[in-house]
């Protein structure tokens, strides 16, 4: 017989219980007969001490084992994919239409802001009447008629990885690499996927600063969610510069509307074509990862993705002509201000973690979790890296409220943007591929 007690003695003295001792832990977290002292003792033994892989994969399952776990009877792979985070990165809104129109479903399981990255169902809250918290039945529905569903998890879905998320916020054990793998699993499996590619971002932008970490906690993804019966991969890939030229719910949505007309090129196209490549090889929709990205570049360019995107958006409550009319629909900042470049030279460096926060503080994200998020305003045209500017010429748009928050925005930028006399060294927009 299992208890709390026993489990947290075994990981301090640095041994790994087994899985039926983390089973009985998650189900005490997911039924409230583990104490919140308890799962911060669990949390904090962890974080110092470890799992190990063998514990890592036996944690993941038994937290997505704590709640529901969906089963699809479908006449095609069901894919998903998962980023770490960024700033203006919305390929989740690009990759899953896309990916439904090379016939894989796609029940992506999404999350809001956190810090200074956007959230993509805070995207998608910017297209009037959508819903995100979709019941079972409405979820289903949506699958069957558009292929893909971005919607945020219900309280059925890994409710031990909610409950012990909440205490790692306050106990300061939030980067634990044991916790944030089950914890990413945890929903993604819960999804009952067939294929899963991870977006494990490095840079300025991103949570991991540091290569090496980077690849640290896409081995520990990729193993864990190999071990836990889902096929996956993890592309590393860079965040030292916003991915798409905008950062803010309604104009990164406005961004992806662009790409899915098929009238704009460039990062967001060749990380999804990337990702959505890896997925249609590994899921048998795909010969191999180059055809599968050349089938999701077709897919954005002929409007197949525009269409399942627009069938989505409808099922989920939106405007029915939301893809032909996208501007109609989209929420405008009243105060919009172009920051120009006080001197000629080369965008050498972006501090994207300032570009971020500097949305948040023009009512973009969340600074505690009760704040109301003003859908319209952010930053848009933001130069990428490299890019030569003469005195005067605009380095990215503000979009605010008021015009305060327009000087304190127009502050942060030009404090996250350098312009310099050397043109820099740009990475390679996909570093690494892991599994």
């Known amino acids: 017989m299992s208890d709390a007690r026993s489990i947290i003695a075994k990981l301090r003295q640095r041994q790994t219980p087994s899985r039926d001792e983390l089973a009985w832990f998650a189900q005490g977290l997911a039924d409230g007969s583990v104490t919140d002292a308890q799962a911060g003792a669990f949390a904090m033994a962890v974080c110092l001490n470890g799992l190990g892989d063998v514990g890592r994969v036996a944690l993941t399952i038994a937290m997505r084992d704590?709640?529901?776990?969906?089963?699809?009877?479908?006449?095609?792979?069901?894919?998903?994919?998962?980023?770490?985070?960024?700033?203006?990165?919305c390929v989740s809104l690009v990759l899953a239409p896309a990916l439904a129109a090379c016939g894989a479903y796609v029940p992506m399981i999404s999350g809001r802001g956190l810090g200074h990255t956007g959230g993509t169902l805070d995207k998608l809250d910017a297209i009037p009447g959508v819903s995100t918290q979709l019941s079972e039945r409405r979820l289903r529905d949506v699958?069957?008629?558009?292929?893909?569903?971005?919607?945020?998890?219900?309280?059925?879905?890994?409710?031990?990885?909610?409950?012990?998320?909440?205490?790692?916020?306050?106990?300061?054990?939030?980067?634990?690499?044991?916790?944030?793998?089950a914890s990413i699993l945890s929903k993604k499996l819960a999804a009952g996927l067939d294929g899963l590619v991870l977006d494990v971002k490095v840079g300025s932008g991103a949570f991991m600063k540091d290569a090496s970490d980077a690849r640290a906690l896409a081995d520990a993804l990729v193993k864990t969610a190999n071990a836990a019966g889902c096929k996956t991969t993890a592309l590393i890939?860079?965040?030292s510069q916003p991915l798409a030229?905008?950062?803010?719910?309604?104009?990164?949505?406005?961004?992806?509307?662009?790409?899915?007309?098929?009238?704009?090129?460039?990062?967001?196209v060749e990380i999804s074509a990337a990702l959505g490549g890896v997925l249609l090889a590994n899921g048998g929709l795909a010969k191999d990862v180059q055809s599968g990205a050349d089938a999701i570049v077709a897919a954005?360019?002929?409007?197949?993705a525009a269409e399942r995107f627009g069938m989505m958006i409808t099922a989920m409550g939106g405007p029915m002509q939301f893809t032909e009319n996208w501007s109609r629909f989209l929420p405008e900042a009243t105060v919009i201000r172009e920051i120009t470049a006080r001197g000629p030279g080369y965008?050498?460096?972006?501090d994207g973690e300032a570009l971020g926060l500097a949305v948040v503080d023009l009512g973009g994200g969340r600074k505690v979790e009760s704040d109301v998020i003003n859908p319209a305003v952010g930053l848009s045209d933001v130069l990428r890296l490299g890019t030569k500017v003469a005195k005067g010429q605009p380095l990215c748009v503000v979009h605010a409220a008021r015009f305060a928050d327009a000087d304190r925005a127009e502050a942060?930028?030009?404090?996250?943007?350098?312009?310099?006399?050397?043109?820099?060294?740009?990475?390679?927009?996909?570093a690494e591929r892991v599994g």
């Open 143 to 181: 699958m069957a008629r558009a292929g893909c569903a971005i919607v945020g998890a219900t309280a059925t879905v890994a409710p031990a990885d909610k409950r012990l998320y909440a205490i790692r916020d306050v106990t300061a054990t939030v980067e634990s690499m044991d916790l944030i793998t």
């Open 237 to 239: 890939t860079d965040m």
């Open 300 to 304: 954005i360019a002929d409007g197949r």
């Open 347 to 350: 965008v050498s460096a972006i």
């Open 412 to 430: 942060a930028v030009r404090a996250a943007i350098t312009v310099g006399a050397q043109a820099p060294a740009v990475p390679e927009l996909i």
């Open 66 to 89: 704590s709640g529901q776990v969906l089963d699809w009877d479908v006449d095609g792979p069901v894919l998903d994919k998962h980023s770490t985070g960024g700033v203006g990165d």
């Open 245 to 268: 030229p905008a950062l803010g719910n309604a104009l990164e949505v406005a961004e992806v509307m662009r790409v899915l007309s098929g009238t704009v090129q460039g990062p967001l």
